[in-house]
């Protein structure tokens, strides 16, 4: 069974220590977005400044293939290689911030039950359109009374986005 | 019956498993159609969902591949740092997906089904064990993946951006 994000929260949140394995998934996905940051960072660099990996290699005193290495793949950089591989670039670290993990929580389970709730008007609106006094069928087919929904009728994107809000239902986690 | 269904088939068996980012607490950014899709064998499920050592690692680098992360790929086996990469004969169609900064580094390998769909049907495989084995893990591939499926992989050729999105070709 996939882990779902409140399963996370109950093993952060319980007085017993935290997984190694929920350490070793949290401590690669730092790496991960500390990689994205740096690679995005120095892709603006190249673009701005024509800034290359041999120059940035020469600039921090380090080797072209290990730049290489560092902004092709994540890993477990040092405190020190980051500062040096920004400065390199010539550029500054934002302030980071923090978010506790129980918004996230509470932020994706708002989220699905949004969806939910609008998949189920969804699926009303269309019963109501197929089972009610006004099908558009019989009245295609009978021509009279003229239907309500007629001059509103159900569009293309209202079907599209329906299929999308359960498409993201059925893919979160706990989802069928 | 399409190579979805199939898939959908083996998932129903339990040959063949999807990967869900659900470990990752801000999994829900991203929308499903936003995603790319991960299948995996019997055997890389049951590791994903055991505490064995590199697992929690492996399943955040699975998870940046659904939540369509942008990575490095290569065409061919010979670029060493990539996330992915094809073996040669690029015919074959037979990918490998590396875990990198591990000790030992692991390697899984499959097949395209579609654009962003990926079947990882071999793995993990330490790196050390994969020297002068490609043939062989290739072939044992191609073997299993015929097993499942009655589709060869319909997408070929060197445009990156018919396998994947928001990738970077090096």
Not at chain 1, 21 to 41: D, V
Not at chain 1, 99 to 111: F, M, N, R, S, Y
Not at chain 2, 78 to 83: L, R, S, T, Y
């Amino acid at each position: 069974m996939p882990t779902s994000p409140t399963s996370i929260l109950s093993e952060i949140e319980i007085s017993k220590p935290i997984s190694k394995k929920t350490r070793a998934f949290y401590r690669r996905r730092l790496q991960s977005r500390i990689h994205r940051l740096i690679r995005k960072a120095f892709r603006e660099q190249r673009e701005k400044a024509g800034l290359t990996q041999k120059q940035l290699a020469d600039r921090i005193q380090s080797r072209a293939e290990q730049i290489n290495r560092w902004l092709n793949v994540p890993s477990n950089l040092t405190l020190d290689t980051i500062s040096d591989l920004l400065l390199g670039m010539a550029v500054d670290l934002d302030d980071p911030s923090t978010t506790p993990i129980v918004d996230l929580v509470a932020e994706e389970e708002e989220q699905r039950s949004d969806i939910a709730a609008q998949t189920d008007t969804h699926i009303k609106d269309v019963s109501a359109v197929l089972d009610g006094p006004h099908n558009p069928i019989d009245v295609q087919l009978n021509s009279s009374p003229k239907p309500s929904l007629a001059s509103e009728p159900l569009s293309f994107e209202s079907f599209a986005g329906h299929a999308r809000m359960m498409q993201d239902l059925q893919a979160a986690p706990g989802g069928s | 019956m399409s190579i979805l269904d199939e898939i959908k088939t083996r998932c129903n068996v339990g040959n063949l498993f999807i990967v869900e980012p659900s470990k990752d607490i801000r999994a829900h950014r991203v929308a499903a159609s936003e995603r790319r899709t991960l299948y995996v064998s019997h055997e890389i499920h049951q590791f994903l969902e055991s505490d064995r050592p590199l697992a929690g690692e492996t399943q955040n680098d699975f998870n940046d591949f659904i939540l369509n992360q942008e990575f490095d790929v290569a065409l061919h086996l010979d670029h060493q740092f990539c996330f992915m990469a094809r073996l040669d004969a690029p015919s074959e169609e037979v990918w490998e997906i590396r875990v990198y900064d591990t000790e030992p580094q692991l390697r899984f390998f499959g097949r395209f089904a579609k654009r962003n769909i990926f079947v990882a049907l071999i793995g993990p495989v330490p790196r050390w064990k994969m020297i002068g084995r490609y043939e062989r893990i290739k072939r044992q591939c191609i073997a299993e993946w015929r097993a499942l499926f009655s589709y060869n992989p319909i997408i070929k050729g060197d445009d990156i951006h018919a396998y994947l999105s928001n990738v970077y070709l090096v």
